[in-house]
């Protein structure tokens, strides 16, 4: 069973929503990541935070804002998004920073309508 | 533009076979080569990949790469219905430790 959770699971969201996703890791981890995987493109990487400090963010538009209040949580914040945006959103962790096991949480598919 | 190719982009054989996977990546400052297996939604690391032509092997997996020809291969062998699922190539880069993957290969194996 992955030590990594993600809820919700799926999420539906009109573009004037605000919503949250979350994810929780019980691997006793201190570096965790924000994936983005659509239909057609290949997976990316979204933010990447090292004991809880933010150390990348891909040119993430500010339409998603991440958090991270401990090194076991990790939040992504939605506001105004497009239909574009529809897509299975991952979070992984790994021991230390950018350490190639990184272990996934089972995704948010989000929906924009 | 940094960029990471797979092909094929999707892959049919029955089980038994054996199967060869392309990745080849053209990006600056070049750190390592990763393969994943991504099955139902998340993806499970397999392989990184740093010096050339050196093969690592897992189980009936294995891979190697070549920094001359700037590209790497995944081969399976005796192909289980187990192993369909999308294989992720990606690239790592010192600079901003960016790291850019292909689009992937969906493996079928029929039984």
């Known amino acids: 069973e992955t030590g990594v959770t993600q809820t919700p699971r799926h999420l539906v969201m009109g573009m004037t929503n605000k919503k949250s996703l979350k994810c929780e890791q019980h691997l006793g981890h201190n570096a965790m990541y924000w994936y983005k995987q659509s239909a057609k493109k290949p997976l990316e990487l979204m933010f990447v935070?090292?004991?809880?400090?933010?150390?990348e963010n891909n040119s993430v538009p500010s339409r998603f804002s991440p958090e991270c209040p401990n090194s076991s949580h990790l939040f992504l914040h939605l506001h105004t998004l497009q239909p574009e945006d529809s897509a299975l959103y991952l979070c992984?962790?790994?021991?230390?920073?950018?350490?190639?096991?990184?272990?996934f949480g089972p995704g948010t598919r989000l929906t924009v309508t | 533009e940094d960029k990471v190719v797979q092909s094929p982009l999707s892959l049919v054989v029955h089980e038994g076979d054996t199967v060869t996977l392309n990745c080849s990546y053209e990006v600056t400052n070049f750190r390592s080569l990763l393969w994943y297996k991504q099955e139902k939604k998340a993806p499970t690391f397999l392989f990184m990949l740093t010096s050339s032509g050196i093969e690592k092997k897992s189980g009936r997996l294995s891979s190697i790469l070549d920094k001359k020809e700037l590209s790497s291969i995944l081969n399976i062998t005796a192909t289980q219905t187990g192993d369909s699922a999308i294989y992720l190539c990606a690239a790592s880069m010192n600079r901003d430790d960016k790291i850019i993957f292909g689009k992937g290969t969906r493996l079928h194996i029929l039984p």
């Open positions: 935070y090292n004991f809880k400090e933010q150390t």
């Open positions: 992984a962790s790994s021991q230390v920073l950018l350490a190639w096991e990184q272990y």
